[in-house]
């Protein structure tokens, strides 16, 4: 399954705001306490960081909060994202594989990934669980394939 499938899967998930057009971004001056806050608006575990809504300037997951959170204390809640967000931003291209982008995530241990054009500009956000689903997904259309086969279906 290509990652463009993987987009066009969210869109029929039902859920809030995991729209393959919708994209929730946020200003890296805006503060921690801010993301936190939309994280839980929208019921996400990322959120991608954007000057300009288009291109990712960094991502701020909610194991960079806990983490920052763990260290610094509550205090750290003012912080501008710029300063706590993974500013070294992995992408993905619509062509690439499922599997691929499984193992990539598995591999960075991350679990979202922005996906881009050509040009570098957003076109959605897989998460790994959008992996896991779609890989499952071809697991299972193997294993109905295979079964047809043996009983001469």
Excluded: W, Y
């Excluded at 946020?26 to 936190?36: K, R, S, Y």
């Excluded at 050509?118 to 959605?124: A, E, I, K, V, Y």
Aim: overall charge negative; some cysteine.
């Amino acid at each position: 399954m290509l990652v463009n499938q993987l987009l066009s899967m969210k869109g029929h998930s039902g859920k809030p705001g995991v729209e393959s057009q919708t994209i929730i971004t946020i200003n890296p001056d805006a503060t921690l306490a801010e993301a936190v806050a939309l994280l839980a608006e929208k019921r996400i575990g990322a959120i991608v960081v954007s000057t300009d809504g288009k291109k990712p300037d960094g991502i701020l997951s909610e194991r960079d909060v806990v983490r920052q959170l763990g260290e610094k204390g509550a205090d750290v809640l003012s912080t501008p994202i710029s300063q706590v967000m993974t500013t070294n931003v992995q992408t993905c291209h619509t062509s690439e594989d499922a599997l691929t982008i499984l193992e990539r995530m598995t591999q960075g241990r991350f679990r979202h990934l922005p996906v881009v054009d050509d040009n570098g500009d957003m076109l959605g956000v897989i998460s790994i669980g959008d992996a896991v689903s779609g890989r499952l997904s071809e697991l299972s259309a193997e294993k109905d394939a295979l079964t047809g086969m043996i009983m001469g279906n």
